[in-house]
């Protein structure tokens, strides 16, 4: 088994490319090609998309099971969510440097702010972070995560959003999608994200939007959306959202979690506020799972984009989006299986 928080090892060639890790043998992974436009296989008995372990009610398997999409309120503690945020800072100070992750920036903002939380706009993989990683490990997340993915869980993609000011070029808008677009492993039902607020979310600061029963359709094409100035690097909608599609703003409070399906279109708002809009996320996976071949799919010009983002920065060979994933996951509850 391998050690809760740690991995067994990624694909050797992306150890090459970090250069932050002792080589270590790669897990063994099962590989089962199959259509990526396929929805998540029917589970037997009454509930389809929630396990029976006793901890959600039947109202609150029922509301997921309808909506695809389960908020539970003050689920993260002030004081964890304050060691958060006080980690973003020091990584955006470059006070702490995180093996791996993606620091996204408004570059435009460094001239008038320098190296501050004014600038940064996320971190994404912050699996080699010990603090922020302490998210993906709480005992009460993992505990409701459990009720989705069952007891072997992988951590597999995490992410600390600050999205900044934004009333003119809504230049962080994310269009609406779904996650299992940027997926290459299934089944979608035993995937969940957990997305915990860090401080009040609401439209004014661009919480949250969903399409309540939406996890129970197909994976959509998706792609950059027509916005003229407005796109952001791998920020992709579905092609052929319907914008009269009705929606439901998720306003949260500090410390509130949602639960959410990986085939669930949502997106979120602008921040016309004056102030930032943090919040910590995770999707887990159950580790049973399996990666799939993402060619001749529609996440194939995914994998494509994200080949050549790779070998910009690394001057490497062409990865396959299993790999890259691989080399993400992270056990946190349970045994690695597969994932």
């Known amino acids: 088994m391998e050690q809760l928080g740690k991995r067994s090892g990624p694909a050797a060639r992306l150890d090459t490319i970090l250069r932050h890790l002792t080589p270590r043998t790669a897990p063994a992974l099962t590989f089962i090609p199959t259509s990526a436009q396929v929805s998540a296989v029917q589970q037997p008995g009454r509930f389809r998309f929630t396990l029976d372990n006793g901890i959600l009610t039947t109202e609150q398997r029922r509301f997921y099971e309808d909506n695809g999409y389960l908020l539970i309120r003050k689920l993260v503690s002030d004081e964890d969510i304050e060691r958060f945020r006080k980690e973003f800072i020091r990584i955006c100070k470059k006070e702490v440097r995180v093996p791996g992750a993606m620091i996204m920036k408004n570059e435009a903002l460094r001239s008038q702010y320098g190296q501050t939380e004014s600038v940064v706009n996320k971190v994404q993989d912050f699996q080699e972070d010990e603090e922020l990683f302490r998210y993906c490990t709480l005992p009460q997340i993992l505990k409701y995560v459990e009720c989705f993915t069952g007891p072997n869980i992988m951590a597999m993609h995490t992410m600390l959003i600050n999205k900044l000011p934004d009333s003119d070029k809504q230049t962080f808008l994310h269009p609406m999608h779904q996650d299992l677009h940027y997926f290459p492993f299934r089944p979608a039902d035993r995937i969940v994200c957990s997305w915990t607020a860090m401080q009040r979310a609401d439209e004014n600061n661009g919480c949250l939007v969903v399409l309540p029963g939406t996890h129970t359709l197909p994976l959509k094409p998706h792609g950059y959306p027509e916005w003229e100035g407005k796109t952001n690097k791998l920020f992709h909608g579905i ?9 439901v703003h998720l306003v949260m409070e500090k410390g509130d979690t949602v639960f959410f399906h990986p085939l669930l279109i949502h997106g979120s708002g602008i921040n016309k506020t004056s102030g930032f809009r943090k919040s910590i996320s995770c999707h887990f996976a159950s580790s049973d799972g399996h990666y799939i071949d993402v060619k001749n799919t529609t996440q194939a010009e995914l994998e494509k984009e994200l080949q050549e983002m790779v070998h910009k920065r690394y001057d490497m ?15 946190v509850q349970g045994e690695r299986i597969n994932l």
């Open 239 to 247: 092609l052929d959202y319907n914008e009269k599609s009705p929606k």
């Open 317 to 331: 060979p062409a990865l396959e989006l299993k790999d890259i994933w691989t080399f993400r996951a992270r056990v």
